[in-house]
T-cell receptor
Framework: RKEVEQDPGPFNVPEGATVAFNCTYSNSASQSFFWYRQDCRKEPKLLMSVYSSGNEDGRFTAQLNRASQYISLLIRDSKLSDSATYLCVVSPSGTYKYIFGTGTRLKVLA | EAQVTQNPRYLITVTGKKLTVTCSQNMNHEYMSWYRQDPGLGLRQIYYSMNVEVTDKGDVPEGYKVSRKEKRNFPLILESPSPNQTSLYFC??????????FGDGTRLSIL
């Protein structure tokens, strides 16, 4: 089993739709969680950190479920510019190691 | 402005010809990493460094070397490159409970 798993997609959604991605992780000692966005073979860019209580940044909401060992990303009112690959990142406790999922591809259609 | 700078951005070379990809950060981070990204495999860590003169292997270290003589620089060295090292490489700075910042990437083709 992979340490971090994501559905590769693609998720094709119309503009204005709400879309959600999940990411599961296997190491229960994982401490830090992030969502990154990557555009077509460019560098990954931080979208948001994921906090235990859940957090929101504009149209984006991230949730952490430690019991079931997954994190989620919800995008509301999708824009064409949201089309990208979304990478889930997990960092185990006591390490500086980052473990990346292979990403979920989102296409927002006009 | 916080930056991670990699060079070169693109390189085509031949098997066995030693090459170095440089990486520099201006954020005074102790932790730096190198990743390679291949289709279907995501980003895989090659080496990381927790501070000057402290480096360790990541998940795919074979065929690579690194050094960390100064805090800001973390070069990736391919002593004898082979075609299976053709990939997209990213240097990153920062880590742990803080986000990592990535360089623009280096597209490396080894013929």
């Amino acid at each position: 089993r992979k340490e971090v798993e994501q559905d590769p997609g693609p998720f094709n959604v119309p503009e204005g739709a709400t879309v959600a991605f999940n990411c599961t992780y296997s190491n229960s000692a994982s401490q830090s969680f992030f969502w990154y966005r990557q555009d077509c073979r460019k560098e990954p860019k931080l979208l948001m950190s994921v906090y235990s209580s859940g957090n929101e940044d504009g149209r984006f909401t991230a949730q952490l479920n430690r019991a079931s060992q997954y994190i989620s990303l919800l995008i509301r009112d999708s824009k064409l510019s949201d089309s990208a690959t979304y990478l889930c990142v997990v960092s185990p406790s006591g390490t500086y190691k980052y473990i990346f999922g292979t990403g979920t591809r989102l296409k927002v259609l006009a | 402005e916080a930056q991670v700078t990699q060079n070169p951005r693109y390189l085509i070379t031949v098997t066995g010809k030693k090459l170095t990809v440089t990486c520099s950060q201006n954020m005074n981070h102790e932790y730096m990493s190198w990743y390679r990204q291949d289709p279907g495999l995501g980003l895989r860590q090659i080496y990381y460094s927790m501070n000057v003169e402290v480096t360790d292997k990541g998940d795919v270290p074979e065929g690579y070397k690194v050094s960390r003589k100064e805090k800001r620089n973390f070069p990736l060295i391919l002593e004898s490159p082979s075609p299976n090292q053709t990939s997209l490489y990213f240097c990153a700075s920062g880590g742990g409970d803080q986000p990592q910042h990535f360089g623009d990437g280096t597209r490396l083709s080894i013929l």
